[in-house]
């Protein structure tokens, strides 16, 4: 297994309701048990977690192929993977 592409982890992205001033930790290499974010699973590989500040409440959804052009929002691009 290759360590320079991303692991799909969803073919969908992931809903969560984020809390205003908190920080969350995307999981950008696919590998995490807690999807979408990141447990430390990237430890070895050229992977890092994408940081995300929520400004306010509310619902973003999270990239889960991890093939997103703006990390760590989904931007469509999971409905182009075979």
Request: charged residues 20%.
């Amino acid at each position: 297994m290759s360590d320079d592409k991303p692991q799909v982890a969803s073919t969908t992205p992931y809903s969560v309701l984020v809390e205003a001033g908190k920080t969350y930790l995307w999981c950008a290499c696919g590998r995490s048990q807690n999807q979408p974010f990141c447990d430390g699973s990237h430890k070895g590989t050229g992977f890092t977690p994408v940081k995300y500040s929520a400004e306010k409440k509310e619902w973003v959804w999270f990239c889960g192929c991890k093939q997103t052009g703006s990390p760590p929002l989904c931007d469509g691009t999971h409905k182009t993977l075979t």
